[in-house]
């Protein structure tokens, strides 16, 4: 029976164009583009709003620091911060430099002014890239402005003067994304969150209920047949996508592809496994669907993939942990960005067979105990009561 599965799979996949769709042709698009979107790989030109109440050379010279660094694009000089308020929250700006009266006198009294940054923090992805660059920049403003005072007043040396004002130095390395690309971190696991969700939808849908009028035990592989049949083409949907977005986008690749594959097929497996139990469970097609649109299209956010399971409630993050998705997403970003080796993530790989097998065990167990419909009575895909094979505790 399995083989025979497989095979009626591969004609209704074939005669069902939705299918095809859903799983070759719009990931192919989904890659352009998730990779003409974040194409840029980091933020730039975040509009800010500039309050100079001082207006003298050197606030100006400020001013200047900000809009040719690339982060930022200087498009509005309101008058006050009432104004800037108002042009955040319409979001014509994302950040506003507000620079006190008498910024440069104050200085060179020593009296130390406070600049104030403002940022929108509607868009937290926006704010923390604005927040890290406009740091920076007064930093090295600030340290400037402290080494000209004491070159100035104690008539030091430029080099004892620049020993004081950084009384220590620090350097950062960022390691395996030192662009700190968007484009790296994201591009993998929202593409694989997509295919995984693609399975789900087709996969939801496979089992023909006409299975359950043959006898018992001739219903032995029916399941494993459509198991089989998307996690192999689930598999090469993610697997093509995945080299033409490391080829086409240039997407950093510095593990090797046959982990990759694994991984990949472990996922394709787990979630082909739980899609077909719950297909041979429900009949109505719709309740299916909604079943599988439901638990696996929220699931990339769910399992951490841009939110930390690590910064989750301790409740929720052992729940996560059960999710397929969970041992996937940071695995190929590891493996993308760090080279990560199949050894090093072999458990996750594990969970991934594991879980998919002990899914696929049960739904044959199903097909299995699960009763005859009598003759007489049609399985009909718009019953909207969904009832379930009788036999199966379930009432949906």
């Not at 200085?107 to 600049?115: D, N, R």
């Not at 591009?187 to 693609?198: E, K, N």
């Not at 097909?367 to 019953?383: G, L, N, P, T």
Request: charged share 15%; proline share 3%.
């Amino acid at each position: 029976m399995l083989a025979k599965s497989f095979k009626q799979e591969c004609a209704s996949f074939v005669e069902n164009k939705i299918n095809l769709l859903v799983l070759f042709i719009i990931p192919l698009f989904v890659v352009i583009l998730l990779g003409v979107e974040l194409s840029k790989g980091v933020i730039t030109d975040i509009p800010i709003a500039v309050i100079n109440y001082d207006n003298s050379s050197f606030s100006r010279q400020l001013v200047e620091k900000f809009d040719q660094n690339e982060t930022f694009k200087v498009t509005s000089y309101p008058a006050n911060e009432q104004e800037l308020e108002k042009l955040m929250k319409n979001s014509k700006v994302r950040a506003g430099l507000i620079i006190p009266e008498n910024f440069y006198n104050d200085i060179a009294s020593l009296k130390s002014p406070t600049v104030l940054m403002v940022y929108d923090g509607s868009h937290l992805s926006i704010t923390s890239t604005a927040k890290a660059k406009a740091t920076e920049i007064l930093l090295t403003y600030k340290a400037g402005a402290a080494i000209s005072q004491l070159t100035g007043r104690l008539n030091m040396s430029y080099k004892e003067a620049y020993n004081i004002a950084q009384a220590f130095q620090f350097n950062n390395r960022v390691l395996y994304n030192s662009s700190k690309s968007f484009e790296f971190f994201l591009t993998p696991v929202l593409l694989a969150g997509y295919i995984q969700s693609a399975i789900a939808l087709t996969a939801t849908v496979s089992v023909d209920q006409k299975i359950f009028y043959e006898e018992k035990m001739t219903r032995l592989g029916y399941a494993s047949g459509k198991v089989l049949f998307y996690t192999l083409f689930g598999s090469l949907s993610m697997m093509i996508c995945m080299i033409l977005q490391i080829g086409l986008f240039n997407v950093p690749f510095k593990g090797n592809l046959m982990s990759l594959l694994i991984l990949t097929i472990g996922l394709s497996f787990s979630v082909s496994a739980f899609c077909v139990m719950i297909s041979s469970l429900i009949k109505n097609r719709m309740v299916c669907l909604i079943g599988g649109a439901v638990l696996f299209i929220p699931n990339s956010a769910m399992a951490g993939t841009t939110w930390p399971i690590i910064s989750m409630p301790a409740g929720y993050q052992s729940f996560a942990m059960y999710m397929p998705f969970a041992h996937y997403a940071n695995n190929i970003r590891d493996i993308y960005l760090k080279g990560t080796s199949l050894q090093q993530i072999i458990g996750d790989v594990s969970y991934l067979f594991v879980f998919g097998a002990v899914i696929l065990i049960l739904t044959e167990l199903v097909m299995i105990i699960a009763d005859r419909e009598s003759e007489h009575k049609e399985v009909m895909d718009d019953d909207i009561q969904g009832n379930i094979h009788t036999g199966i505790p379930l009432d949906i």
